[in-house]
């Protein structure tokens, strides 16, 4: 079934046209495939489509996975599964998607519910298919201008949104973690007690209150995942006093985060990381696959579930959290 063609009051001959009746120039203008299981949705997403001057063409969305994994012309793919309730028809979806890449340099831009997140990031970890989360309008403009701009010499990333600083700032940022981290992690890391380094105490004589009694390198601090869950409920405190957006600091949440659950034995979803980073979840999907790339986190597969994975933080990684933690402990230790 052929889909169904839609311009912003722009004739067929808006091609190689040189200006719109809007007084924009347009060339080849991009054609993008709309996919949306809900027709509100679908009329959200086309409106969107509409208002960047693009053409759009939509299907019905139980038709759709055989005309995406097929090629139907077009320069970008949209997908929403936001409202779907169908768990098969989602997953066909996905693997249409992925088979369409595979033989096309197609941009691809998929909304998707918190619930898929695990299955459509193992999936797309390797791939410049931008995923978001429950997003609105404002991040699909961003993203579908990324999408008609895919080739083979270009990569995008997960599309930002509103509440985050640009991609290169979120590399920066990756990038010094991880040479801290790498600075932090030595031998004395593998080791699970720690006091605090000669290098911090000062002098114990200083502002002339002699505490003699204070003998902060006999003190051992030990780090088990109780402590790491009183930090970040300590962390999270903070928002109870002043406003969440102040502090946002993903990376930092997710480190922690992983830290505990590495001490307990537990594995984490990409979904359960994606909530305790604090922000938006396309936003957190950002930072995870950047420090995952920096071999700061690591995926280990699901072996229960193949289309899944789990975070998990590198050795290096916690190497250098422990003992910073532990130093920090101690600091505060000395202080009281």
């Not at 931008?130 to 309008?137: F, R, V």
């Not at 932090?184 to 080791?191: A, C, D, I, T, V």
């Amino acid at each position: 079934m052929m889909g169904i063609e839609k311009t912003t009051n722009i004739s067929a001959s808006l091609y190689n046209a040189e200006k719109s009746t809007s007084n924009l120039v347009y060339k080849n203008t991009s054609q993008i495939l709309i996919v949306a299981f809900d027709p509100k949705r679908q009329a959200l997403l086309e409106k969107s489509v509409l208002n960047l001057g693009l053409m759009s063409r939509i299907f019905p969305i139980y038709e759709a996975a055989d005309m995406v994994a097929n090629g139907m012309a077009g320069d970008a793919i949209l997908l929403d599964l936001t409202s779907i309730k169908d768990e098969s028809l989602a997953e066909s979806l996905l693997d249409a998607v992925m088979t369409r890449i595979s033989h096309d340099m197609i941009g691809v831009v998929i909304n998707l519910p918190l619930s898929l997140i695990d299955n459509a990031y193992n999936r797309f970890f390797e791939t410049d298919v931008q995923l978001l989360i429950e997003s609105d309008e404002s991040s699909w403009y961003s993203a579908i201008e990324k999408a008609i701009k895919t080739s083979p010499l270009t990569l995008n990333d997960v599309v930002a949104d509103t509440r985050t600083p640009p991609l290169k700032t979120i590399s920066e940022e990756v990038n010094r973690i991880a040479k801290m981290l790498a600075s932090l992690s030595n031998e004395e890391g593998r080791n699970r007690e720690y006091s605090l380094p000669q290098s911090l105490l000062g002098d114990e004589r200083k502002n002339e209150i002699a505490r003699p009694e204070l003998k902060a390198e006999t003190k051992k601090i030990s780090i088990n995942a109780a402590v790491v869950r009183a930090i970040i409920r300590a962390h999270r405190l903070r928002d109870q006093y002043f406003s969440s957006c102040l502090f946002a600091d993903p990376a930092w949440d997710m480190l922690l985060d992983l830290t505990a659950a590495k001490l307990e034995g537990r594995q984490v979803s990409v979904s359960s990381l994606c909530i305790a980073s604090a922000v938006p979840p396309t936003t957190a999907l950002r930072w995870i696959k950047s420090l995952t790339e920096e071999k700061i986190f690591i995926r280990i597969a699901d072996l229960r579930d193949g289309r899944r994975v789990f975070i998990q933080l590198s050795d290096m990684a916690m190497d250098a959290m422990i003992p910073y933690l532990a130093a920090s402990l101690s600091l505060i230790t000395r202080a009281l």
